[in-house]
């Protein structure tokens, strides 16, 4: 059972080119979660799933595309990069559940380290 | 909107002693539940704590506690003994039940000083 894992760990970019973030997990997890970590500014959230073949725009969707064909991964896509997009990013998954589906623990992945110059 | 707000962006703390780290929420929803994340200078994300917001009492954890304040809309967390592995980022974060989205604070660096 590996939980939640993200590939790759590193990536350096230059600006203007393209790439995609793998997140998979094998808890059947409904819900998915894309975070950028910036310092300073916690974890805000770019784009989620609720299940297979959803998406949604979460607080700084710009410059990002996400697709979630299955249900156990998750892709975020960088069309054109640009340095502002230098992050941490995180992938999370959950399974709501207690009263009113609010017990809503988050399984976080490790983690992608991305630089654009 | 959801907003979440941790005023302090550095704490130090002796160890065995306690210390409490500030979490305020804005939201209309009714019913909403709010976490506690650590973040370790590893880098992964660790769920600590969950309060309800129809939760008649306290969480508690081990040696972690949730002081919510309902009416004043705090969610505070109260670390007990702290010990030098409890250095690290805590974040705190909320979910209304009118949306899916989890939102993060900014979080608060806490440093365990022997």
């Known amino acids: 059972n590996a939980g939640v894992t993200q590939t790759p760990k590193f990536r350096v970019l230059k600006t203007g080119q393209s790439m995609t973030l793998l997140c998979a997990q094998d808890?059947?997890?409904?819900?998915m979660y894309w975070y950028r970590q910036d310092p300073g500014m916690g974890l805000r959230l770019i784009h989620y799933s609720v299940g297979e073949g959803t998406t949604a725009k979460g607080e700084v969707p710009d410059g990002y595309n996400v697709s979630r064909l299955k249900k156990q991964n998750f892709l975020l896509g960088l069309e054109s990069a640009a340095p502002s997009q230098t992050s941490v990013y995180f992938c999370a998954s959950s399974y709501p559940t207690g009263r009113l589906a609010l017990t809503y623990e988050q399984y976080f992945g490790p983690g992608t380290r991305l630089t654009v110059t | 909107a959801q907003k979440i707000t941790q005023t302090q962006p550095g704490m130090f703390v002796q160890e065995k002693e306690a210390v409490t780290l500030d979490c305020t929420y804005d939201t209309s929803d009714p019913s909403y539940g709010l976490f506690w994340y650590k973040q370790p200078s590893s880098g992964e994300m660790i769920f600590l704590i969950y309060q309800g917001s129809y939760d008649q009492q306290n969480a508690t954890e081990g040696r972690y506690s949730l002081n919510f304040q309902k009416a004043r809309k705090s969610a505070n967390l109260v670390i007990s003994a702290s010990q030098l592995g409890d250095s690290a980022m805590y974040f705190c974060?909320?979910?209304?039940?009118?949306?899916?989205?989890?939102?993060f604070g900014p979080g608060t660096s806490l440093s365990v000083i022997p």
């Open positions: 974060a909320m979910k209304e039940t009118s949306y899916d989205k989890v939102i």
């Open positions: 808890m059947n997890h409904e819900y």
